[in-house]
């Protein structure tokens, strides 16, 4: 069944052609606040989970310091401080609803990033014609 079905963004020409990013818009929330928040992501199929700024960790009222554990992690940007929030977030892809494992970077220059552990993994992901369409 059909979740979600969006256009990728375009983000400009580089070198080697025209950049498109594959943005959706989610829902997230937490067990201490009472509203889902709406949060653009970008579908990153090599994240091993989802990852979000730090800034969501206040807004989600996540205490980094005493409801995560602490882990370096590698990507392209070099090496990174990454908080694993212990208890997963509430995450609404339109109809799908679930609870999943997320990590914080310590700081707010990345995107939001919907990774595999627990979301993508679990989902039938087709990108096609620049458009990214979800299913269960």
């Not at 052609?17 to 090599?46: A, C, F, M, N, Q």
Request: aromatic letters at 10%.
């Amino acid at each position: 069944m059909k979740i979600i079905s969006s256009p990728f963004s375009f983000k400009g020409i580089g070198h080697l052609g025209s950049i498109y990013r594959p943005y959706l818009k989610i829902h997230i929330t937490s067990e201490k606040i009472d509203e889902w928040i709406p949060v653009e992501v970008v579908v990153d199929t090599g994240a091993d989970y989802c990852m979000f700024p730090q800034k969501f960790a206040e807004i989600l009222d996540i205490d980094i310091k005493k409801e995560c554990y602490a882990e370096k992690t590698l990507g392209v940007g070099g090496k990174e401080a990454v908080y694993l929030y212990k208890k997963g977030i509430r995450m609404k892809i339109n109809t799908w609803e679930k609870t999943v494992p997320v990590g914080f970077l310590g700081d707010d220059n990345i995107p939001v990033l919907l990774g595999r552990l627990g979301c993508l993994e679990l989902l039938t992901l087709t990108m096609k014609h620049h458009t990214t369409t979800l299913e269960t």
